[in-house]
């Protein structure tokens, strides 16, 4: 049974940081791609970012560029979404999520096309 573990939410400062984890059970992450996407109150799930498993290729939605980014981590079957200068607009449920490959910059945050997802961890950024 495949299942995905979100991880390292919590409520951080404007301007602060913090790293989400992925832990994967049941699924060989080496093979499959990850995507973080996140859903505040109100709004629709939008994607965040997706690594490749091969080439290690991030894509990253405009609102995060230069601030979050995505990385597999040594620990086997975990991955990190590591996030700074974080601000109220990041506040959201974070959820991660697998799928073969990211397949590109058009087609990386469509939910339809991951069918692996964690429950989510919550991240407020409040002063």
């Known amino acids: 049974q495949v299942q995905l573990v979100e991880s390292g939410g919590g409520l951080v400062q404007p301007g602060g940081s913090l790293r989400l984890s992925c832990t994967a059970t049941g699924l060989p992450v080496e093979l499959y791609a990850i995507g973080w996407f996140r859903q505040a109150p109100g709004k629709e799930r939008e994607g965040v970012s997706c690594?490749?498993?091969?080439?290690?290729?991030?894509y990253y939605a405009d609102s995060v560029k230069g601030r979050f980014t995505a990385s597999r981590g040594d620990a086997e079957n975990t991955n990190y979404l590591q996030m700074n200068s974080l601000n109220s607009e990041d506040t959201a449920i974070y959820y991660c999520?697998?799928?073969?490959?990211?397949?590109?910059?058009?087609?990386?945050?469509?939910?339809?096309?991951?069918?692996?997802w964690g429950r989510g961890t919550q991240v407020s950024v409040s002063s």
């Open positions: 690594i490749n498993p091969r080439d290690g290729a991030t």
């Open positions: 999520a697998a799928r073969p490959d990211c397949s590109g910059t058009m087609y990386w945050a469509l939910r339809r096309e991951y069918p692996y």
